[in-house]
T-cell receptor, first 114, second 113 residues
């Protein structure tokens, strides 16, 4: 595709439910990143993939958060037993390789946990 | 603790005014990027600065990287309503082997006609 796409664009869920967020990176981009953006908090790094492996998971806030990437392309971020503090915009970005290259961001998924 | 501190957090000005946004850190960065984000969209890269003391211009926007590569500034001349948005600085920490970008919290700029 022409750019990074994310789905759903908006998600409202009840506390305690699981949610899955999807990211389709730019074709050919081997590096993929997940960030969380809360109001007034800037972008918080969650996890980085190089191909299908995740050499840096240090930003995942708890074991309720997990992510996987298959086929070196699509990635899914899963949040189990959602809490109200998980409400935020979840942004995905991809870059051609890694190492500080330009990251191209998707439009984000707005998650609201009631 | 925020690795990159941006100031001001909010800026509301009239069309035609000039402004400067600052991005500061106690850490050295191998490169620093500026992004602009509009509501409902992801951040879009404006510029990357790599060399200490480097100055880059993008129309009415001037970006500067500090000599010590610890800070950067964005100056907008004769701001227009179309400049409204969230401006984010992001840096690759020197010594990072994974190219992780650290983001500042952003400056929300509003330019009134």
């Amino acid at each position: 595709g022409a750019g990074v796409s994310q789905s759903p664009s908006n998600k409202v869920t009840e506390k305690g439910k699981d949610v899955e967020l999807r990211c389709d990176p730019i074709s050919g981009h081997t590096a993929l990143y997940w960030y969380r953006q809360s109001l007034g908090q800037g972008l918080e790094f969650l996890i980085y993939f190089q191909g299908n492996s995740a050499p840096d998971k240090s930003g995942l806030p708890s074991d309720r958060f997990s992510a996987e990437r298959t086929g070196g392309s699509v990635s899914t971020l899963t949040i189990q037993r959602t809490q109200q503090e998980d409400s935020a915009v979840y942004l995905c970005a991809s870059s051609f390789r890694m190492r500080g290259e330009t990251q191209y961001f998707g439009p984000g998924t707005r998650l609201l946990v009631l | 603790t925020q690795l990159l501190e941006q100031s001001p957090q909010f800026l509301s000005i009239q069309e035609g005014e000039n402004l400067t946004v600052y991005c500061n850190s106690s850490s050295v960065f191998s490169s620093l990027q500026w992004y602009r984000q509009e509501p409902g969209e992801g951040p879009v890269l404006l510029v990357t600065v790599v060399t200490g003391g480097e100055v880059k211009k993008l129309k009415r926007l001037t970006f500067q990287f500090g000599d010590a590569r610890k800070d950067s500034s964005l100056h907008i001349t004769a701001a227009q309503p179309g400049d409204t948005g969230l401006y984010l600085c992001a840096g690759v920490n020197r010594g990072s082997t994974l190219g992780r970008l650290y983001f500042g919290r952003g400056t929300q700029l509003t330019v009134w006609p």
